[in-house]
């Protein structure tokens, strides 16, 4: 019997048939835009798990997803759900189990049969492959993962869904069902603004293009700014337009709008620069007022955060929402907005990655974003992403949707491209890790190692190119193995009959850092130090300073022999890696944080140990975390005996507190 309707919500086609495929025994591929329900489909496989007595993991990309999932499951009475995110670890043995697909991956190659009650695994934003760092963890997950497991996995649109079903159908035991829909339950309309023409339509860009850029009337390509001004004309021209795109937006009632700036400083600029509006009437100013009471006794943030520029700004109906904020801020911030009475945010581009927070209107700030070597046009995957978090559904008959154009976007930007909804392909960003290849070098041997290729999406994408190219991507492929396997032999971690010592041992339990940290074990560097250097080392491996050539400078008192020391071991192993061809070059040591990692152990609070820094808040926090998740990995990988592991225990402990504890923050909220 199909089921066309489900927990009082009448289901859209594409929810009804992949339901069906999910009731079939099938793993199932959903491709829909932003904001159309594929969430639901997953929500009924962990339904039909959760009531057949069986188990099911839920992965996604970021951890601010999973935190919200959870806390979505756990107000759910039937359902049994626990989290893993590599910051937190609550209820690992649940039914319904949260986690970032990391922590998939590497419970496939640390202990498969823990998956073997698994019924279904999900991939939420699947085509994350794509990702260029991290892309290779779905690969090696899909491939890996135990066969009797089903997937539901979920993406945005993206043009070879085919290519990617095929693969997945190839690779997987069970036969698949791919599912494609265009249709979003709030359409959205795409619009254009420019200071001298407004908001107007894509249709009308050539005629807006003539009339502002004819001669004597604007910037032609190559030329700054209007005859007789410059580049900060410009600049405050922009500024009043984006004001007068504001206004126009407050007066026909098209608010709340998101407000998507790829710049941190950008995000708050607008926001400050915006804080003169009246957008709360005096009901709405209550209820703020009230809520953000709640949220203060909630997370335990003092009286005092009400007077900071968080609550001050929302106060006002106006917010932003960025990676470089305190992780409470930005929940304070989501929990806000989602109340109805932030009508204003500006944010980057991570705020559209899976939270369900729609807006009335969604307003590119630019269209153009930094992409780790130049500034370009966004993709139109990204676009379409940001773009579909416009539209209430239930609220609005229709999604508004602005893109703020600068002169020099008139000639450039590929409009139509982007709004033309026709996504970029995935492709294949297999790699493996140091990890991974001594994973896999221990149960499958040497001669076997290569299949994890040969089953990758990187192979099947070259499956109809011509013999030489597929012959020379093999080679590459292997070749890239064997540097790993012959720099891993060299160094000691592969002994004969391709056994691994004990440095291989302890280095496959690592994930990033496994050559940096396993030299520095088992080489006796940690052995000696205190808790407030090993969190120095720790936070240096993993820190990497934004924009900044050089480093900043830090003071040889603060550990400066053990800083040394480690960095000359980092440097040689780095110039063993290039001697062996290894293409990705190993991260080197960043000492930036190293002040605010000796103030925090010395008991300072969080507030005082930013200001020694040139770092934000919320990657100070973030780099501490995960300094900690790599403490608790190198604790786990190593003998217990070993004294150095009391010693990481006690470094954790001193590291995890206050706004550094993930777990508090989720169990207050």
């Known amino acids: 019997m199909t089921v066309s309707e489900w927990k009082g919500l009448r289901l859209l086609d594409f929810q009804i048939r992949a339901i069906q495929a999910i009731r079939d025994g099938q793993n199932v591929l959903v491709s829909a835009p932003t904001g159309a329900g594929k969430t639901l489909v997953a929500e009924y ?90 892309g290779s963890v779905w690969e090696e997950s899909v491939i890996f993962t135990p066969a009797e497991t089903r997937f539901i996995a979920l993406s945005a649109t993206i043009a070879n869904l085919e290519e990617l079903g095929a693969w997945l159908r190839q690779t997987r035991r069970h036969e698949l069902f791919v599912i494609h829909s265009e249709r979003r339950p709030v359409p959205l309309r795409h619009r254009l603004f420019t200071a001298r023409s407004g908001i107007f ?94 949220l203060v006794e909630l997370f335990q943030l003092g009286a005092e955060a009400l007077a900071g520029e968080v609550f001050q700004l929302a106060a006002r109906g106006v917010a932003y929402h960025h990676a470089g904020m305190l992780p409470v801020h930005k929940e304070v911030v989501e929990r806000m907005f989602t109340s109805g009475l932030i009508k204003l945010l500006f944010t980057t581009e991570t705020f559209a990655l899976g939270i369900n927070m729609p807006a009335r209107t969604a307003v590119f700030a630019s269209l153009r974003k930094f992409d780790g070597i130049s500034f370009d046009y966004l993709r139109t995957r990204d676009y379409m992403q940001m773009a579909g978090r416009a539209g209430r559904q239930g609220i ?88 790993h396997l012959a720099l891993l032999e060299e160094l000691g971690y592969i002994e004969e009959n391709d056994k691994l010592t004990p440095r291989g041992k302890v280095a496959r339990l690592l994930y990033g850092y496994e050559l940096q940290l396993t030299e520095m074990l088992f080489r006796g560097t940690l052995e000696t130090l205190p808790p407030a250097a090993l969190g120095v080392v720790f936070c240096g491996l993993v820190f990497e300073e934004r924009g900044r050539s050089g480093g900043a400078y830090v003071s ?62 919320g990657d100070v926090c973030r780099v501490f975390r995960m300094a900690l998740q790599l403490m608790r990995q190198a604790k786990r990988a190593i003998d217990p005996e070993w004294d150095l592991a009391e010693r990481l225990g006690e470094a954790a402990d001193a590291m995890n507190r206050d706004e550094v504890d993930a777990r508090r923050q989720l169990e207050l909220g």
């Open 45 to 134: 496989a962990i339904a039909d798990a959760v009531q057949r007595g069986r188990r099911c993991v839920y992965t996604s990309p970021i951890k601010a997803l999973s935190n919200q999932k959870y806390r979505d499951f756990r107000d759910d009475p039937e359902i049994d759900v626990g989290l893993m995110t590599g910051d937190v670890t609550i209820h690992p043995a649940a039914q319904v189990l949260i986690m970032t697909t990391e922590i998939l991956r590497n419970s496939v190659f640390e202990n498969p049969d823990g998956l073997h009650d698994v019924d279904y695994v999900i991939f939420d934003e699947i085509h994350f492959m794509d990702d260029v760092e991290r």
């Open 201 to 294: 339509a894509a249709e009308k860009l050539d005629w807006v293009r003539r009339k502002e850029l004819s001669p004597g009337r604007g910037r032609r390509r190559g030329h700054r700014g209007r005859p007789g001004g410059g580049v900060e004309d410009e600049r405050r021209r922009s500024r009043n337009a984006v004001n007068a795109l504001f206004d126009e937006l407050q007066r026909e009632d098209l608010l709340p709008a998101l407000v998507f700036s790829f710049s941190r400083k950008d995000c708050e600029r607008l926001a400050f620069r915006n804080q003169h509006r009246s957008l709360l009437d005096g009901e709405e100013r209550a209820r703020m007022e009230a809520l953000q009471a709640e």
């Open 396 to 483: 609005d008959e229709a999604g508004l949707v602005v893109s703020f154009l600068e002169l020099r976007d008139l000639d450039d930007a590929p409009v139509r491209r982007m709004q033309s909804g026709k996504p970029e392909p995935i492709l294949s960003r297999f790699r493996l890790s140091y990890s991974s290849i001594l994973h896999l070098l221990e149960h499958l041997g040497r001669e076997r190692l290569h299949e994890a290729w040969d089953k990758s999406f990187n192979r099947f994408q070259h499956r109809e190119k011509s013999k030489k190219a597929r012959d020379r991507n093999r080679r590459e492929q292997r070749r890239v193995v064997d540097a």
């Open 556 to 617: 040889p008192r603060l550990f400066g022999g053990v800083r040394r020391h480690v960095g000359q071991v980092l440097q040689r192993l780095a110039a063993v890696e290039a001697e062996f061809g290894v293409p990705t070059p190993m991260k080197l040591a960043d000492w930036g944080l190293t002040p605010a990692v000796v103030a925090w152990f010395e008991g300072r609070d969080f507030e005082e140990i930013v200001e020694l820094v040139d770092a934000t808040p």
